[in-house]
């Protein structure tokens, strides 16, 4: 009423009042790279007439509201039903938790006061927080950023592995040379680069990284293991154990350099950092998967059940672990046990080629 009353005093010869935010949507989100996510959906499903950025005058010296405000038009199934004119908009602010934050504050203290002529100090004061809230977006931003390059390197390096050790359990004629056993290692023919003077390698000096040089680290020996650059991978992984990491890095370490060592055919160094890893007591649900995986490669048909069963007690919506138990109860002669683990497997994926031949595998030798 009061916006209302101020522009009609602004316009006294108008008989109509413009009101673009007489309905307003706001959407907070948690990260900036969020807000191009959001604004791309906001095109995709809205007509927009105006989009403004709030702040976008300041210099880099400078510090003050920061939003982003669309107009749009109404869906016309709404603007029908209230009977609308046709050029009525609603407004979307669109903003990070930190920048609502300050916006909120800042429309307590200055928009909404009638008395606003703030000393210099008081100022400096706000300018300083409004300052140290866009820090902490931007470093919330790099922090998600190392995070998300941290599990896709992790999710690359398991999915590579468990591809590799399940052709092996594959009961195909082409076996790839890796399953030929110890004596036959599968070794990448990549020739493997020296590491510089802060163990970085050269084509991955530019990643990502956090303010925690064992975080660093780690992501430097995955970009390395997942260029097969195994032995500079298990270097990194090796340097990482012995700095003490916390006790939730070292199975993830252990893991990982086991999966090194055994892409190496150094099979017995890749079983021992598994059984290691089991011993952490820390993360059984991989750490288990991962010696099954070991035992199986190995022909020990009942400790790789064991293992899998195991780690499907801690979480029984494991594709990969279905999949190879199954496998292995196939191996043993038990194709009723293979066949439910394999239904339960595709249940979880219904689009893997891989469990769909096994299926049929299957259902052959069952006569089904």
């Known amino acids: ?21 007489l309905l ?10 969020d807000l191009e996510l959001v604004e791309r959906l906001l095109h995709e499903q809205y007509t927009l007439t105006e989009r403004e950025k709030k702040g976008a005058e300041f210099s880099f010296k400078e510090f003050g509201y920061e939003s982003v405000h669309f107009l749009c038009e109404f869906p016309h199934e709404i603007r029908d039903s209230f009977h609308l004119p046709k050029d009525t908009v609603f407004e979307i602010q669109l903003r990070t938790i930190l920048q609502d934050a300050w916006a909120e ?32 977006d931007m470093i919330f931003h790099e922090i998600r950023v190392f995070q998300r390059e941290l599990q896709r390197q992790i999710r690359k390096r398991r999915e590579s592995f468990v591809e ?11 076996a790839p040379a890796h399953c030929l056993g110890a004596d036959q290692p599968f070794i990448p023919n990549e020739r493997e680069p020296e590491l510089n003077d802060q163990g970085i390698l050269a084509e991955i000096a530019d990643i990502p990284s956090s303010g925690n040089p064992q975080d660093n680290l780690l992501l430097r020996a995955l970009y390395a293991h997942n260029r097969h650059q195994y032995r500079s991978a298990i270097e990194l992984y090796t ?16 893991i990982h350099r086991g999966m090194a060592y055994f892409s190496l055919g150094e099979y017995d160094l890749a079983h021992r950092d598994f059984e290691n890893a089991v011993q952490t007591g820390t993360d059984l649900k991989k750490a288990y998967h991962y010696r099954g995986m070991s035992f199986a490669h190995r022909g020990n048909d009942q400790a790789a059940l064991d293992d899998f069963s195991a780690s499907l007690a801690y979480d029984d919506s494991q594709f990969d672990v279905l999949l190879s138990r199954g496998q292995i109860f196939f191996r043993i002669g038990n194709f009723q046990d293979a066949l439910r683990d394999c239904d339960a497997a595709l249940k979880i994926d219904p689009q893997s080629s891989q469990a769909h031949r096994f299926h049929d595998m299957l259902t052959r030798q069952l006569g089904l």
Do not use: W
Request: one cysteine or more.
């Open 105 to 136: 504050v800042e429309h307590e203290l200055v928009y909404k006061s009638e008395y606003t002529a703030f000393d210099e100090p008081l100022r400096r004061k706000l300018a300083a927080l409004n300052a140290n809230l866009s820090l902490a």
């Open 164 to 174: 590799m050790v399940q052709d092996c359990l594959d009961d195909s004629a082409d």
């Open 239 to 254: 340097r990482l154990l012995d700095e003490d990491p916390r006790q939730a890095v070292i199975p993830i370490v252990l």
């Open 24 to 33: 307003g949507v706001r959407i907070v989100c948690p990260f900036m790279e």
């Open 1 to 21: 009423y009061k916006k209302l009353s101020l522009r009609a005093g602004q316009n006294p010869g108008s008989t109509r009042v413009e009101l673009t935010d």
